[in-house]
């Protein structure tokens, strides 16, 4: 940017070098400036901001053969030349730190001159602001410490601000230094989780870091038992907030007597086994991120631990542990377009599921009148004369538009006023319905992150649990968005509960012959509750879907 008659602009490439004249300025005549000035319109700036740097001599140098020129002694390279008037002005952004400049009248010329055939100015300084911070490790156990350091392009003190270390996820400063250039300290989280943390320098103008993510290792642990509250097999799924593909760690699942609980696993976030329990024993269980032990070197070594199960091996370097845990059971139930009772077809869909498969743990059904009937006084009647849980639905008339936030957000609202009017209770769970697309749904394969946190966001505002129904296969139209949405707001996958209505089987399944708890996962982080493991149209009643979920769902008991 030029701002005075034949300057260079900030960043122009050098004029190819000149021959001075070997003879002194005093000896070109009289009519040559014998002062020049040089100032900058602000001594700091935030890292690219432009300074403005204008050099004044006393006279002009006109007619005279000479020029007023401005470098910068930091880089070493002429920013501006003018060969005409008394005032040679210039933007100029340079790297970060602290730059000094002059400005000469002298002969035209590319290198900074010799004082002897030149007038010099007084030297300015400006400082470019920027910050940066470094972490010793990204990724480390529980209860472990990491070595933070933050720097500055300038030296607070001199400038009179504090270089900080934040914690943007916590909210809160790490520490501060009020002079030099680098600021360290040390920080440790003794729980699971992701801290997002920067540098900062403090003033105006100010200037903070990109960010580095420290995450501490956490592992969580789901139990549950197929059938009835004790007796028969445990399905325990491990989950990790790293992949731990890449470490030196695996994740293992034990028992109360200490003993590994099927395998240790290596890959991905999730580690799925199986355990038994005998009837009248409720088992206690928990999960352990660290490292397998060495195999021994000597031959007795290798013969004891061939001889010992691997079940007997625990883990060694331990990161992380879940909570100890007993395992939930599975409840079974189905859901319906249709009132399952009182419905103005006149069709009791209640009494053929009692007759066909047993007497449902649970029944969807829809909050408001839209695709199908809203959930009526009298179903909620005989739910609670049969304790029976209600799982509360929400659809919209156009099953394509679950697109962007404000769209989720309305359809809470929408579904939480409808849950106060029928008297569902804050803390139970309201479910969105994310159909797959198709000839019904032609536009449902634009679910988007931003309409999965509308929902998140709508629903826990208003005091309830949000949960979503969709295709949870991983690489799906909704997975991929789930996991988009996880990932930017964790809170989504540990505050709302998953409906998955893939694998769907083919068949007919009774209450005492429903399949093994197996819904698809998303492949990332999420509560996986409920399964559809059954559409109507591939069941002997086509009015009702068949489905499984934990006792850990929060249902509506009227």
């Excluded at 996986?528 to 493991?533: I, K, S, V």
Aim: charged share 15%; net charge negative; with cysteine.
């Amino acid at each position: 940017m030029v701002l005075d008659g034949g300057a260079k602009g900030a960043g122009a490439a050098a004029p190819d070098p000149v021959v001075l004249p070997s003879i002194p300025m005093t000896s070109l005549g009289t009519a040559h400036p014998s002062r020049i000035e040089l100032k900058a319109d602000s001594g700091t700036l935030r890292n690219g901001q432009t300074a403005v740097l204008t050099a004044t001599a006393n006279t002009t140098v006109t007619g005279t053969g000479l020029s007023i020129e401005i470098f910068d002694d930091t880089a070493g390279m002429l920013v501006a030349a003018c060969a005409q008037g008394s005032r040679c002005a210039v933007g100029y952004t340079a790297n970060s730190g602290i730059h000094n400049f002059a400005a000469f009248v002298t002969p035209a010329t590319a290198q900074r001159p010799d004082k002897a055939i030149s007038l010099a100015s007084n030297q300015v300084s400006v400082g470019w602001l920027n910050s940066a911070i470094q972490v010793s490790k990204k990724v480390v156990g529980q209860g472990q410490a990491v070595t933070l350091t933050a720097s500055s392009t300038i030296d607070v003190r001199s400038s009179g601000r504090w270089l900080e270390i934040y914690d943007l996820t916590a909210g809160t400063r790490l520490t501060y230094c009020t002079r030099g250039t680098v600021c360290t300290t040390s920080f440790k989280q003794t729980t699971g989780g992701v801290h997002e943390i920067v540098g900062y320098v403090t003033g105006q103008p100010e200037a903070v870091s990109s960010p580095v993510y420290v995450t501490w290792l956490g592992v969580s642990l789901s139990a549950t038992s197929i059938g009835p509250n004790t007796g028969g097999t445990v399905y325990l799924k491990a989950t990790t907030n790293v992949d731990l593909t890449d470490t030196p760690w695996v994740v293992g699942v034990y028992d109360q007597q200490g003993h590994l609980v099927d395998h240790a696993c290596k890959t991905g976030t999730a580690c799925s086994v199986r355990g038994w329990m005998s009837t009248g024993v409720t088992p206690s269980y928990v999960a352990y991120i660290g490292a397998l032990p060495p195999a021994p070197s000597t031959l007795g070594g290798k013969l004891v631990h061939a001889a010992t199960s691997a079940a007997q091996l625990p883990l060694v370097d331990v990161q992380a542990k879940s909570d100890l845990i007993q395992p939930t059971h599975l409840l079974w139930g189905v859901d319906s377009c249709k009132a399952f009772t009182g419905d103005p077809s006149g069709h009791e869909v209640f009494w053929d599921v009692v007759r066909g498969f047993g007497t449902p743990n649970f029944w969807g059904r829809y909050l408001t009148d839209t695709v199908c009937p809203a959930l009526s006084s009298t179903e909620v009647a005989l739910a609670a004369q049969y304790h029976m849980g209600i799982l509360p639905i929400y659809n919209d008339y156009n099953c394509s538009n679950v697109s962007y936030y404000e769209t989720g957000r309305g359809y809470a609202v929408e579904a939480t006023a409808a849950a106060a009017r029928i008297g569902i209770p804050k803390g139970r769970l309201i479910v969105i319905d994310i159909e797959p697309p198709g000839a019904a749904c032609p536009g449902a394969a634009a679910v988007d992150s931003g309409f999965i946190e509308g929902w998140f966001d709508g629903v826990t505002h208003a005091g309830y649990v949000p949960g979503y129904y969709g295709n949870g296969t991983a690489g799906s139209e909704f997975a991929s968005a789930w996991c988009t949405a996880v990932a930017s707001a964790p809170n989504i996958a540990t505050g709302s509960d998953l409906w998955s209505f893939e694998p769907s089987l083919l068949g007919a399944y009774a209450k005492t012959g429903a399949p093994s708890y197996s819904p698809y996962d998303p492949g990332c982080a999420g509560n996986m509750e409920a399964w559809q493991y059954q559409i109507g149209s591939n069941s002997p009643d086509g009015d009702v879907d068949s489905d499984e979920a934990l006792s850990t769902l929060p249902l509506w008991y009227p």
